[in-house]
Nanobody, 122 residues
Framework: QVQLVESGGGLVQAGGSLRLSCAASGRAFSTYAMAWFRQAPGKEREFVGLISWSGASTGYADSVKGRFTISRDNAKNTVYLQMNSLKPDDTAVYYC???????????????WGQGTQVTVSS
């Protein structure tokens, strides 16, 4: 069992930056692949980025590649999403999720946080 709590969301102007954090409790965090998803109003939840259990492998959606960076600190049971050059289209609720394998499919993930709102103004 893993509990996830996101933080770091907020309101930022286009071109700005935010860093989201996802703190995990429960055992075996370091064995889970972690991912970030987002969901805008009226849209389906979409994949943003993932990181393997060791941090050695990452993957990103094309829409955020080169602007967002995912990282993790297994000693702190925390995964991060650094978001730079933000655009209004990045406005969404951002969720972190944990899974036993790397996957871009949200249906694969068993554990989810409650989400944090990111709003980018133009």
């Amino acid at each position: 069992q893993v509990q996830l709590v996101e933080s770091g969301g907020g309101l930022v102007q286009a071109g700005g930056s935010l860093r989201l954090s996802c703190a995990a409790s429960g055992r075996a965090f370091s064995t889970y692949a972690m991912a970030w998803f987002r969901q805008a109003p009226g849209k389906e939840r979409e994949f943003v980025g993932l990181i393997s259990w060791s941090g050695a492998s990452t993957g990103y959606a094309d829409s955020v590649k080169g602007r967002f960076t995912i990282s993790r600190d297994n000693a702190k049971n925390t995964v991060y999403l650094q978001m730079n050059s933000l655009k209004p289209d990045d406005t969404a609720v951002y969720y972190c999720a944990a899974n036993s394998v790397n996957s871009r499919n949200p249906l694969s993930y068993s554990y989810w946080g409650q989400g944090t709102q990111v709003t980018v103004s133009s």
